[in-house]
């Protein structure tokens, strides 16, 4: 089956922490995104890549740094400057940056 | 004032109603149009997808885009409490300047038996 997976499903971070959330996408897309949602807030765009070895910063960036080394793959870490890291985590992937986004079921961060 | 206006709800119908949800925008360079729907606790998935003007049936699902008063909607028929979820509008353009998506906040609607 084609599809975006994301792992964990839930990611505890301690303070002081960093932690990855992986996105694995088999449709052979060529764009990826990284969004965070947070109640009332809607979808907020924190890094993406439109092709391997490039990414640009969306509208949240700070506290968090993405690699993109293979079409298929675009981890996120939340860095220890995220100060606020408690969201829900959601991967999109599209064929290109014209096309329509599709999503993972997202990662939920919770903070200890 | 935000690019993306959307009510949140939360909005709620008996089953078999007519549901009409709304987005409206203010960046008149917008050309695509999508509605996603979210289920509690899941990514979003694709409903529909529409370019520039118009409307677009699947199904129970009517799209409605209507640029010159840069507004959208979504017409959900003979609603369903599978329906039950939040409605998420989405748009970017024009066709040289589409990195981004923009969503709107989301409406939650919630249909009873």
């Known amino acids: 089956d084609g599809g975006i997976t994301q792992s964990p499903k839930y990611l505890f971070r301690k303070e002081g922490q960093n932690v990855t959330l992986s996105c694995e996408q088999n449709?052979?897309?060529?764009?990826m995104y990284w969004y965070r949602q947070d109640p009332g807030q809607g979808l907020r765009l924190i890094y993406y890549s439109q092709i391997v070895n490039d990414f640009q910063k969306g509208d949240i960036a700070e506290g968090y740094s993405v690699s993109r080394e293979k079409k298929e793959s675009f981890p996120l870490t939340v860095t220890s400057a995220q100060k606020n890291p408690t969201a829900f985590y959601l991967c999109?992937?599209?064929?290109?940056?014209?096309?329509?986004?599709?999503f993972g079921p997202g990662t939920r961060l919770l903070v200890l | 004032q935000k690019e993306v206006e959307q009510d949140p709800g939360p909005l709620s119908v008996p089953e078999g109603a007519i549901v009409s949800l709304n987005c409206t925008y203010s960046n008149s360079a917008f050309q695509y149009f999508m509605w996603y729907r979210q289920y509690s606790r899941k990514g979003p998935e694709l409903l529909m997808y529409?370019?520039?003007?118009g409307n677009k049936e699947d199904g129970r699902f009517t799209a409605q885009v209507d640029k010159s008063s840069k507004y959208i909607s979504l017409f959900i028929r003979d609603s369903q409490p599978s329906d039950s979820a939040t409605y998420l509008c989405a748009m970017n353009g024009p066709s040289y300047n589409t990195d981004k998506l923009i969503f709107g906040t989301g409406t939650r609607l919630q249909v009873f038996p």
């Open positions: 529409t370019y520039s003007s």
């Open positions: 449709l052979n897309h060529d764009a």
């Open positions: 999109a992937s599209s064929i290109a940056a014209v096309e329509t986004q599709y």
